[in-house]
């Protein structure tokens, strides 16, 4: 087994620091975060239409949080289609969440879209229908 693997004794799950050879201080050099690159429909994001698929999870979360940031940063009003919605997690409810509070403190409409009776559901019990804009 080599000593550098995750697995062996040797391993130093600090190595990602260096030291300076300049001044002997200890410079911190973590790895960039990956970045999740979201294909976007050119026709639904001029408008602001996000599409919510079937399934929302934590797996997919970083996906949805790309799509859901481009069409904040756009400025203009955001549609969020929620018909397919059948499952849900806390994870897209709290991304969901902080998605809406994030539009309405930059004064952009959001705008939902024949929410599914699953995500209604849900909202109502974890207490979120005010936050999420959705009617209870």
Same mark, same amino acid.
């Given at each position: *087994?080599?000593?550098?693997?995750?697995?062996?004794?040797?391993f130093d799950p600090l190595a990602? *620091?260096?030291? +300076?050879?300049?001044?002997?201080?200890?410079?911190?050099?973590?790895?960039?975060?990956?970045?999740?690159?979201?294909?976007?429909?050119?026709?639904?994001?001029?408008?602001?239409?996000?599409?919510?698929?079937?399934?929302?999870?934590?797996?997919?979360?970083?996906?949805?949080?790309?799509?859901l940031r481009t069409a904040l940063?756009?400025?203009?009003?955001?549609?969020?289609?929620?018909?397919?919605?059948?499952?849900?997690?806390? %994870?897209?409810?709290? #991304?969901?969440?902080?998605?809406?509070? +994030?539009?309405?403190?930059?004064? %952009?409409? %959001?705008?939902?879209? +024949?929410?599914?009776?699953?995500?209604?559901?849900? %909202?109502? #019990?974890?207490?979120? +229908?005010?936050?999420?804009?959705?009617?209870?």
């Open positions: *087994m080599i000593a550098d693997e995750p697995n062996g004794l040797g990602w *620091m260096k030291e +300076s050879a300049d001044d002997g201080d200890y410079e911190m050099v973590a790895p960039a975060p990956k970045r999740t690159e979201h294909p976007e429909n050119p026709a639904t994001a001029a408008l602001g239409v996000v599409t919510l698929a079937a399934t929302l999870a934590a797996a997919t979360a970083n996906e949805l949080a790309a799509e940063d756009a400025g203009g009003p955001v549609s969020l289609d929620a018909a397919a919605v059948e499952r849900i997690d806390g %994870v897209s409810i709290q #991304l969901l969440a902080a998605f809406c509070r +994030s539009a309405a403190d930059a004064d %952009v409409t %959001v705008h939902w879209q +024949s929410p599914s009776q699953s995500l209604c559901d849900a %909202v109502r #019990l974890l207490g979120l +229908s005010a936050v999420l804009g959705l009617a209870q």
